[in-house]
């Protein structure tokens, strides 16, 4: 069992930067797929960026170029930068960790999540 905790949101204006980290206790990610999802308020949960078990990125289409995902398996933490941020960013940010060797894509398939961190970007 894993357990995650993120940190690092905020209230920030339209240009700005902020960096989230994610704390895991309890198991290694190492073997994990690690991702970051969004679920502004009133909307669905969406996949923002992916970090794989081999080092591999993937990003949302409309969000490349200002995010960065990274990870340190030695000290079980996962990151995202973000750049340039917008209004419609504005969300609350959650840390999910898929099962050992496996691949979730999809919310569902994900059994473990944070309790979100809250960004608030204004105009």
């Known amino acids: 069992q894993v357990e995650l905790v993120e940190a690092g949101g905020g209230s920030v204006q339209a240009g700005g930067s902020l960096r989230l980290s994610c704390v895991a206790s309890?198991?290694?990610?190492?073997?994990?797929?690690m991702s970051w999802f969004r679920q502004p308020a009133g909307k669905e949960r969406e996949s923002v960026a992916v970090?794989?078990?081999?080092?591999?990125?993937t990003y949302a289409d409309s969000l490349k170029g200002r995010l960065t995902i990274s990870r340190d398996n030695a000290t079980a933490i996962l990151y995202l930068q973000m750049h340039r941020l917008q209004p419609e960013d504005s969300a609350m940010y959650y840390c999910?960790?898929?099962?050992?060797?496996?691949?979730?894509?999809?919310?569902?398939?994900?059994?473990?999540w944070g309790q979100g961190t809250q960004v608030t970007v204004s105009s």
């Open positions: 999910a960790a898929g099962r050992p060797w496996e691949a979730p894509r999809r919310v569902y398939e994900y059994p473990h």
């Open positions: 309890g198991d290694t990610i190492t073997t994990r797929r």
């Open positions: 970090s794989d078990r081999d080092g591999s990125t």
